[in-house]
T-cell receptor
Framework: DSGVTQTPKHLITATGQRVTLRCSPR?????VYWYQQSLDQGLQFLIQ???????AKGNILERFSAQQFPDLHSELNLSSLELGDSALYFC????????????FGPGTRLTVL | DQQVKQNSPSLSVQEGRISILNCDYT??????FLWYKKYPAEGPTFLIS?????DKNEDGRFTVFLNKSAKHLSLHIVPSQPGDSAVYFC???????????FGKGTKLSVIP
């Protein structure tokens, strides 16, 4: 158990809908990262937050947004969902957001029908 | 443009033998490399890392070797155990960025 929690574990929804994925980092970790793993892709970095502020952006679509709250939990919002958004979404956390180890949650499997 | 490549999608090894997983990178600005292990229905678990100032790092049965001139790293598992059966991801970071760039993974099967 990495100490990073993600809810829900599974999510099934329809095209055009909007969903919110939630992540609670390990106790003491200030930085949160979101990754997407599609069927034929490795883990793709989406976005990083550090202590409530956006720090880095990767291959995140404009239809996706995220935020980190004062209690350091983070939410990833996916809107106008398309079939191709079906993937595993992982959250990771680290202490400082620098070159320290990122610890991953169990992931949320999103299925868009 | 895949900056981190794991060219072997799968690898089978007999229990007790050595497992060698390979990873190549193209971005010369990468200076910190990690290996993660992933079991089905779980998130990746950190295994071992190496900074570009070193060429080897060891942790128990796991050793990572880095060849900067060849832009190549490898993970050695000795001896391999059935519980090591998992997907192994190579990841890299650097160039002022702390995001990880992952390879597509190698599925290791250790046969009893």
């Amino acid at each position: 158990d990495s100490g990073v929690t993600q809810t829900p574990k599974h999510l099934i929804t329809a095209t055009g809908q909007r969903v919110t994925l939630r992540c609670s980092p390990r106790s003491g970790d200030l930085s949160v990262y979101w990754y997407q793993q599609s069927l034929d892709q490795g883990l793709q970095f989406l976005i990083q937050y550090y202590n409530g502020e956006e720090r880095a952006k990767g291959n995140i679509l404009e239809r996706f947004s995220a935020q980190q709250f004062p209690d350091l939990h983070s939410e990833l919002n996916l809107s106008s969902l398309e079939l191709g958004d079906s993937a595993l979404y992982f959250c990771a956390s680290s202490v400082s957001g620098g070159k320290d180890t990122q610890y991953f949650g169990p992931g949320t499997r999103l299925t868009v029908l | 443009d895949q900056q981190v490549k794991q060219n072997s999608p799968s690898l089978s090894v007999q229990e007790g033998r050595i497992s060698i997983l390979n990873c190549d990178y193209t971005n010369s600005m990468f200076d910190y490399f990690l290996w993660y292990k992933k079991y089905p229905a779980e998130g990746p678990t950190f295994l071992i890392s190496i900074s570009s100032i070193k060429d080897k790092n060891e942790d128990g049965r796991f050793t990572v070797f880095l060849n900067k001139s060849a832009k190549h790293l490898s993970l050695h598992i000795v001896p391999s155990q059935p519980g090591d059966s998992a997907v192994y991801f190579c990841a890299a970071t650097g160039a002022g960025s702390y995001q990880l760039t992952f390879g597509k993974g190698t599925k290791l099967s250790v046969i009893p």
